[in-house]
């Protein structure tokens, strides 16, 4: 067996060993394409005027398209090449494209979180107008490129041995020959973004969060209030409604021992029963109008407060889109510092050991894909356009 099918071998082995993880991976770059799709195509044929609200949505979408084609693409390739990835500059593409779309989602969350906050917390105050929300997404754009740029030069093809099968294969990861002060300032200038976006995210949504809660904790006691004051005035309106049919019985009775008498007003001479029924028709009738005004009273629910609560369920969807993406990118950062503190990391590692930790790495793409059921589960809007599109389309 010569030295080239012996590295394939050992790579085949290496792939081998990781066929779980790709097929994860697959499922991503399937799911993610399909409904980052979807959602582009909603909204650039069926709804095209979309409220404010959903003004960053198809952005979002494009981004997690991006992110998640390039990402799970590159994660893929280097499943299946674990010692023969030999292209420099395909791993140079990958690695630059992959930090950068990532970098995008978090900078364009942190413009959304800020929007959020200035809606719900700050609703008297200046708000983002169109202008300021696309020069916020050009900013994260051009920063996160900007960003992702030193990948292209501290990643790389790069020589790596077997001491078991004195082998030497090749494979995507951190150039050995970089410097070590550009490389761990890269990575003091990449964990201080991290922070201070991560930071950002918590601090805003938590005040977002208190506010929410804190409004529908009063509208409650407002509605209980409404309801129990309704439910006293119509107790009292029927009391009153039952007094005149009362004085008309007694009235009745009274008149029926001298049928003649009659009472005068003005110049008309009119019989008793008709002026008391005239009477008590009023009566009722002014009752029953006032029943339908009590009835008509408590708006539970007014123009106002059907947008504010719009505007709560969008920040809400926004705020589970965080915690997602919080939640799958953590393991990332801990592994990253990690593989920043020892160049050997990986190499130390048994296969299910690594198997593990590489599903966690690349479980922030993850966030990419689960975008797109989050808005179909919480935007019925959104959830009636894909029915008519796909009804359309089959």
């Known amino acids: 067996m010569n030295s080239?099918?012996?590295?394939?071998?050992?790579?085949?082995?290496?792939?081998?060993?990781?066929?779980?993880?790709?097929?994860?991976l697959v499922m991503y770059l399937?799911?993610?394409?399909?409904?980052?799709?979807?959602?582009?195509?909603?909204?650039?044929?069926?709804?095209?005027?979309?409220?404010?609200?959903?003004?960053?949505?198809?952005?979002?979408?494009?981004?997690?398209?991006?992110?998640?084609?390039?990402?799970?693409?590159?994660?893929?390739?280097?499943?299946?090449?674990?010692?023969?990835?030999?292209?420099?500059?395909?791993?140079?593409?990958?690695?630059?494209?992959?930090a950068s779309t990532t970098f995008m989602s978090i900078l364009l969350l942190t413009v959304i979180a800020i929007n959020r906050y200035l809606k719900v917390c700050r609703p008297f105050g200046k708000q983002m107008s169109t202008f300021t929300k696309r020069a916020a997404l050009l900013f994260a754009f051009c920063f996160s490129f900007l960003l992702g740029a030193p990948s292209a030069f501290l990643y790389g093809s790069v020589e790596f041995s077997s001491p078991d099968m004195n082998l030497t294969g090749r494979r995507c990861s951190k150039l050995k020959d970089v410097s070590k002060i550009a490389s761990l300032a890269y990575s003091v200038l990449i964990a201080v973004v991290l922070l201070s976006a991560v930071s950002i995210l918590i601090v805003l949504y938590g005040k977002i969060g208190c506010t929410i809660f804190t409004h529908f904790k009063h509208r409650n006691k407002e509605i209980k209030a409404m309801i129990q004051t309704t439910s006293t005035s119509d107790s009292r309106s029927q009391e009153v409604a039952a007094t005149p049919s009362t004085n008309q019985e007694t009235m009745k009775q009274e008149t029926s021992s001298d049928p003649h008498q009659n009472i005068v007003i003005g110049n008309n001479d009119l019989p008793a029963e008709d002026c008391t029924i005239g009477t008590d028709s009023k009566l009722l009738n002014r009752d029953t109008d006032s029943r339908n005004e009590n009835k008509k009273t408590p708006k539970l629910f007014t123009s106002e407060e059907l947008n504010r609560s719009i505007m709560y369920k969008f920040t809400l969807m926004f705020m589970i889109i965080t915690i997602i993406f919080l939640i799958c990118f953590i393991p990332k950062i801990f592994l990253m510092a990690m593989e920043g503190r020892d160049s050997q990391f990986w190499e130390k590692l048994s296969s299910s050991e690594r198997a593990g930790l590489l599903f966690l790495y690349r479980l922030y793409i993850l966030n990419n894909v689960v975008n797109p059921f989050i808005y179909a589960f919480m935007d019925m809007k959104f959830q009636k356009e894909v029915k008519k599109l796909l009804k359309r389309k089959l």
């Open 4 to 24: 080239s099918s012996t590295v394939s071998d050992w790579n085949r082995d290496l792939a081998t060993q990781l066929i779980p993880n790709s097929i994860f």
């Open 30 to 98: 399937f799911l993610g394409i399909i409904g980052n799709s979807l959602v582009i195509a909603v909204y650039r044929f069926r709804m095209k005027q979309q409220s404010e609200d959903r003004y960053f949505i198809p952005v979002l979408a494009v981004c997690d398209l991006t992110a998640c084609t390039v990402c799970a693409s590159m994660a893929i390739a280097l499943n299946m090449m674990q010692a023969k990835f030999t292209c420099n500059i395909l791993c140079k593409f990958l690695w630059y494209f992959a």
